[in-house]
């Protein structure tokens, strides 16, 4: 069994690899991911389509600060090439990732990536 900080170290280079794929498979078939900017993702196969349209829609690069570990939980303080920082927590229980909360600021996201602005 992996400690709860190396399935992080093992999400961090999936994610900067692009691999939506991989990254699915660190998370339990029932996990959600809940980025505090956008609506709530639950089960597998929605955070596969998530991150597969996500990246696709814009390169990201996570360039971990800190990455903390307390027991079920890894928490990654984080930032981008552009100058965006976020933080993430993560609950794993037998090396899958069963809950996900980030913290991020979508607005400047958008702005960095050219990516449409939301509209009232």
Known sequence: ????????ERWINLFNEGNAKGISELYHE???????????VKGRTAIY??????FETAEMVCIP??????????ILEWKDPLGLRGCG???IVNDKIIFQRGYWDKLSFLRQHKLPL???
């Open 1 to 8: 069994m992996m400690k709860p900080k190396e399935v992080l």
């Open 30 to 40: 029932d996990a959600v991911n809940h980025q505090v900017a956008n609506d709530s």
């Open 49 to 54: 389509g998530m991150f597969k349209s996500e």
């Open 65 to 74: 600060e800190n990455i903390f570990e307390d027991g079920e939980w890894a």
């Open 89 to 91: 927590f993560f609950r």
């Open 118 to 120: 939301p509209t009232e």
